[in-house]
């Protein structure tokens, strides 16, 4: 039975890691799109054209897992208000990141951003009761070090822009830490159906109490704000599959493989290459991230029901 479990857990850890990948490539494929729309069309817009066009990808899913009888039974005040709170995060995240993408070169921008597992751990901590020792507090400390190298807010290189991609991580942490307090017997369909309605209904707030007026230049344009959409969605709804699967301060290691993507699309699309800049801070953020997978994989390695704090 000791076997078992364990061969199960190692199974339900792949899936997750390769769940993550997927996503994180939607995503890095739609922020290529809006730093190309981001000159054109003002970010309230295009967070509002991202959100609506996720419902594409979401409707797909309730086809294929046929919830439409079932996803708006046994909701519960707890489930709306738990939705609506995820829904708010999700679109803060999407109007930082975007402003962050738009304004900060790529691959500084998405790599500010993988900051995220450090938040998530100290959340996990203070909201969850997740039992952290010395190893992931190490981690943390040594990944936050690496994102002030990367920052620099000393230097001249530093801008207010810079604070963006931090405020993404710290979002992006709330939302995946929120997911946790959502009950296992509502589905991935559910979860990011009632986030969206939240997220697009605070989207549409913003929008006319902002900029208020819709513009589109072209098909072109039309398409790909959609394409942002149905990537984005997609990717919530990995997201979404891969923190249910294994505990969230486990999963949030394997962000930092996203990492050497936005490099590599950064220089093939914007011939970026902001090497200086971002060593050797983003290897300190990757060693820091290898620390925790280290020891998760020690700590799988110990007999079932060890108590251990590490």
């Known amino acids: 039975m000791k076997i078992s479990s364990e061969k199960s857990d190692i199974k339900k850890t792949y899936l997750a890691v390769a769940t993550m990948?997927?996503?994180i490539l939607c995503i890095d494929l739609y922020m290529v799109i809006i730093k190309f729309l981001g000159d054109e069309y003002s970010i309230i817009q295009l967070t509002l054209f991202r959100n609506i066009a996720a419902i594409i990808p979401?409707?797909?899913l309730i086809l294929f897992t046929n919830e439409f009888s079932t996803i708006f039974k046994n909701l519960g005040n707890k489930f709306l208000i738990l939705s609506c709170l995820r829904g708010i995060c999700f679109l803060a995240m999407n109007v930082f990141i975007f402003i962050s993408v738009v304004n900060l070169q790529f691959a500084t921008a998405m790599t500010l951003t993988f900051?995220?597992?450090f938040f998530i751990v100290i959340l996990s901590i203070i909201m969850l009761n997740e039992r952290i020792g010395i190893y992931r507090w190490s981690a943390v400390i040594i990944g936050f070090v690496g994102v002030l190298m990367i920052m620099r807010p000393t230097s001249e290189i530093f801008s207010f822009y810079s604070i963006f991609p931090i405020l993404t991580a710290i979002a992006w942490a709330f939302t995946v830490i929120i997911l946790k307090f959502i009950q296992?017997?509502?589905?991935?369909?559910?979860?990011q159906l009632y986030t969206l309605i939240f997220n697009v209904s605070g989207g549409i707030i913003l929008f006319l109490v902002t900029t208020g007026h819709l513009?589109?230049?072209?098909?072109?344009?039309?398409?790909?704000m959609t394409t942002t959409g149905i990537l984005g969605g997609t990717a919530a709804i990995l997201f979404i599959y891969s923190y249910r699967l294994i505990s969230a301060s486990k999963i949030a290691s394997f962000e930092y493989l996203g990492i050497p993507s936005s490099f590599i699309l950064g220089w093939i699309f914007f011939a970026e290459a902001p090497w200086s800049q971002l060593f050797p801070g983003v290897i300190v953020i990757i060693f820091?991230?290898?620390i925790i997978i280290w020891r998760d994989n020690v700590k799988q390695?110990?007999?079932?029901?060890?108590?251990?704090?590490?």
């Open 21 to 23: 990948l997927l996503a």
């Open 58 to 60: 979401l409707l797909l």
């Open 115 to 117: 900051s995220s597992p």
């Open 184 to 191: 296992g017997n509502h589905s991935t369909a559910k979860i």
């Open 215 to 224: 513009e589109i230049k072209s098909l072109k344009d039309f398409i790909l």
């Open 288 to 290: 820091a991230g290898m």
């Open 301 to 310: 390695k110990k007999a079932e029901g060890n108590k251990q704090v590490y």
